[in-house]
């Protein structure tokens, strides 16, 4: 099933009273349980499309549909709604909550849903379990490993049943080791049926994945299948 | 939907936090607030306990009681062109009280400024209220000892005295007052009541004496010196005004008066009173509300600046948010009850400030809490909460995700 048709976006930024084309011209179709990752050097474009993918932002022209609805003319509210339900974010710095739990952090995503108290905690818990911190749950970031934040980050794209995991430079903050081991996490989710889109500008990583797309200069540069995919060796989860 | 309402847990239980995180700041916030609560609550009840006491002193005039007296009590006619008036005298209240039909009561009163003396206790200037029995129906007296005097000992031009609460106790502080003798000028006086405490600030009949009219004639005036106010007790409320009407005629034929000359007297009334006292208090509420409401303010002002530092730092989180599915309104509603939550915090602790500070300055000075005062606390805290935290929480509700989360 097709989750992603992008045909001829580009953007444009005013940075003054210079244009900054910062995507010029790319199509690409991303279709459900692959396993993608963007690769490019700093200005290729790779982080406006992760925003436009994420629907953090809007092309200045052609078309997005996001399982079949076009997302080019969303309002605000409307980005906000679909970020929240079909897209997990996995960030480089993690972007937990300092001040809250890890089941807090989990749970923030369904607050915004609508979902009641005692399900979002339930769903949280699983979550939780699923990417192996069943016994953190009510410990604070400043509490856990880096790594064992990057977990509780996963789980929070995880909680909503998204239709894609986007992550930027997952293990771009973390030593190789552990950085080893989430990787390893993204493949016990994929291998679930999940659809990964991998943002990294590092090769072995980036060949974790199934399918890499290199851009230059906001354009695709290559979009191949990855020949000898890379299965990491470490234990995904402690469980 | 129940999004909002989780939105609105949520927010709560993030403000909490932020508060409780930033503990001191939080707390010098809150200080603007409470600080400008106080005041303004306690302002509202001095204002109030003004109006109470301004009130009950007019309503011991009595509302539906006129006053037939030489000179209008709040009017911009000319002093001096009154001052000529001819004195009314006990001629001209015999005279009206057999013509006017209407009135329940007509009394004479006539005032004279004494010295009071017990022992080598005395008072000053005390206030004598000369008239006869059927006065005591023109007031609200309770009496706290004794009675009036009676319609024999008044006819009689007797030597005898009814004293107020506040002469009573400052000449007997034991509360003996009863059956006593007091001397005023050079004559001796047997007190035979006390009235009960009346609490008002004006004309009260704490301080004042109140005996026979003939007493006063016999002992300290001339027959021809002074003027007499002829008190007029309407039947009813309703019927204030016919009675009025009535007694300017009756005056006016009393006087003598052709249907050309102007009246050379006035008929007071203590509506006249009310207003002035209105007109007074009104200004005050503005000064004193505006003042207070000034430090509300500057609290106010107090609360927005470290919103918008709160905003700011907390730039990354509300990226964060927004890329989870937090729309605008989540994020503006979370910083708009932070906000309010200080606001609230910060005039509850005012508030039982200003009731505190209310209960010990009604040592001194007529305060007077009410319940819509409370609720108006509460209400304002909430308002200056909203009004404050609006600018930084429209900030961050229209920040970019993408440029929040690159934030540094």
Not at chain 1, 9 to 26: F, W
Not at chain 1, 77 to 105: P, W, Y
Request: hydrophobic letters at 45%; aromatic letters at 8%; proline letters at 2%.
């Amino acid at each position: 099933m097709n989750i992603i048709n992008i045909e001829h976006i580009a953007k444009v930024y005013q940075v003054g009273s210079e244009e900054v084309h910062a995507l010029r011209d790319v199509t690409l179709k991303i279709n459900q349980n692959e396993y993608v990752a963007i690769m490019g050097p700093s200005g290729s474009g790779k982080s406006t499309l992760m925003n436009m993918l994420g629907c953090l932002d809007t092309p200045t022209s052609g078309i997005y549909d996001f399982k079949n609805v076009s997302v080019s003319e969303m309002t605000d509210n409307e980005l906000a709604r679909i970020r929240n339900k079909e897209i997990g974010f996995v960030f480089q710095t993690f972007n937990l909550l300092a001040r809250s739990d890890a089941v807090h952090n989990v749970e923030l995503p369904l607050i915004y849903a609508g979902v009641t108290s005692s399900e979002r905690k339930e769903r949280a818990r699983q979550a939780l379990i699923d990417v192996g911190l069943g016994d953190r749950m009510h410990h604070k970031p400043n509490e856990l490993s880096g790594g064992q934040r990057q977990r509780v980050a996963i789980a929070r794209a995880l909680v909503t049943n998204p239709a894609i995991i986007l992550a930027d430079e997952p293990t771009g903050n973390l030593d190789s080791k552990t950085g080893e081991e989430i990787m390893a996490l993204f493949h016990e989710i994929h291998e679930r049926g999940n659809t990964i889109i991998l943002v990294t500008h590092e090769e072995y990583i980036a060949e974790h994945a199934l399918r890499i797309i290199r851009l230059k200069d906001g354009l695709i540069e290559k979009d191949e299948t990855v020949e000898k995919r890379y299965i990491p060796k470490a234990k995904a989860s402690f469980v | 939907m129940f999004a909002i309402f989780f939105e609105l847990n949520e927010g709560l239980s993030i403000a909490w936090r932020a508060i409780k995180a930033n503990k001191i700041r939080a707390a010098l916030t809150m200080l603007g607030i409470f600080i400008g609560i106080t005041a303004v609550v306690l302002m509202s009840t001095a204002i109030k306990g003004i109006e109470n006491s301004i009130q009950s002193g007019v309503s011991t005039l009595g509302s539906d009681n006129l006053y037939i007296d030489k000179f209008a009590w709040f009017s911009n006619q000319e002093f001096w062109k009154m001052r000529n008036r001819e004195n009314i005298t006990m001629e001209d209240f015999k005279k009206f009280k057999e013509l006017a039909k209407l009135p329940d009561v007509v009394v004479p009163l006539l005032y004279s400024r004494q010295t009071i003396k017990y022992g080598n206790r005395k008072i000053d200037d005390g206030v004598l209220n000369g008239s006869n029995s059927d006065f005591l129906t023109t007031t609200n007296f309770d009496f706290e000892l004794g009675r009036f005097y009676s319609e024999i000992e008044s006819n009689g031009s007797r030597n005898v005295v009814v004293i107020g609460n506040e002469i009573a106790s400052k000449l007997f502080p034991r509360g003996d007052a009863l059956d006593k003798v007091v001397k005023i000028g050079a004559v001796n006086y047997k007190i035979i009541g006390v009235l009960a405490r009346m609490e008002s600030l004006f004309n009260s009949p704490d301080n004042q004496i109140y005996l026979p009219i003939g007493t006063i004639f016999k002992n300290f005036a001339s027959r021809n010196r002074g003027t007499v106010t002829i008190v007029v007790k309407a039947r009813n409320p309703q019927m204030v005004e016919d009675t009025k009407i009535e007694a300017e005629g009756v005056m006016r034929k009393v006087r003598g008066l052709s249907h050309k000359e102007e009246n050379d007297f006035s008929v007071n009334q203590q509506e006249a009173l009310t207003s002035f006292f209105d007109n007074i208090t009104i200004v005050i509420k503005i000064a004193g509300l505006f003042i207070t409401g000034l430090s509300l303010f500057v609290g106010a002002i107090g609360i927005m600046n470290i919103m918008f530092v709160s905003v700011k730092e907390r730039t990354k989180e509300i990226g964060l948010r927004k890329a989870i599915g937090a729309t605008r309104r989540t994020i503006l509603i979370q910083f708009l009850l932070e906000s309010s939550v200080i606001c609230i915090i910060g005039g509850l602790f005012g508030l039982i400030a200003a009731i505190l500070l209310s209960l010990m300055l009604n040592q001194f000075f007529p305060t007077s809490i009410q319940y819509d005062v409370v609720i108006l606390a509460i209400f304002i805290s909430l308002l200056t909460g909203i009004f404050a935290g609006l600018a930084p929480a429209y900030t961050a509700a229209k920040m970019d995700p993408v440029e929040a989360l690159r934030f540094e």
